[in-house]
Nanobody, 118 residues
Framework: QVQLVESGGGLVQAGGSLRLSCAASGSIIQFNALAWYRQAPGNERELVAA???????TYGDSVKGRFTISGDNAKNTWYLQMNILKPEDSAVYYCNIDVGNWPRRTYWGQGTQVTVSS
């Protein structure tokens, strides 16, 4: 079992920055990937960014060039640096971890609210 706790959300003005953290605890025998998703009211949950065990990264089109995902595997903590925030970035941000080999499992955090005012 793996527990994820997100932090760092809050209220920020458009153009500002926030850094989200996702701290994992529990049994992480094999780390495969960590992803950040977000969900705004009335919208589906969408992928924001992901990082693999090989440090390969991928980003959603709407955040490319503004957001950066990184991680400290030794601390089991991952980050999402969000710059040049826009009101449309407002959402609940969730982290999701992919661990294990057989079986392979994923776990979700409880989410952290990000609100960007115009």
């Amino acid at each position: 079992q793996v527990q994820l706790v997100e932090s760092g959300g809050g209220l920020v003005q458009a153009g500002g920055s926030l850094r989200l953290s996702c701290a994992a605890s529990g049994s992480i025998i094999q780390f495969n990937a960590l992803a950040w998703y977000r969900q705004a009211p009335g919208n589906e949950r969408e992928l924001v960014a992901a990082i693999s065990s090989a440090d390969r990264t991928t980003y959603g089109d709407s955040v490319k060039g503004r957001f950066t995902i990184s991680g400290d595997n030794a601390k089991n903590t991952w980050y999402l640096q969000m710059n040049i925030l826009k009101p449309e970035d407002s959402a609940v941000y969730y982290c999701n971890i992919d661990v294990g080999n057989w079986p392979r499992r994923t776990y979700w955090g409880q989410g952290t609210q990000v609100t960007v005012s115009s």
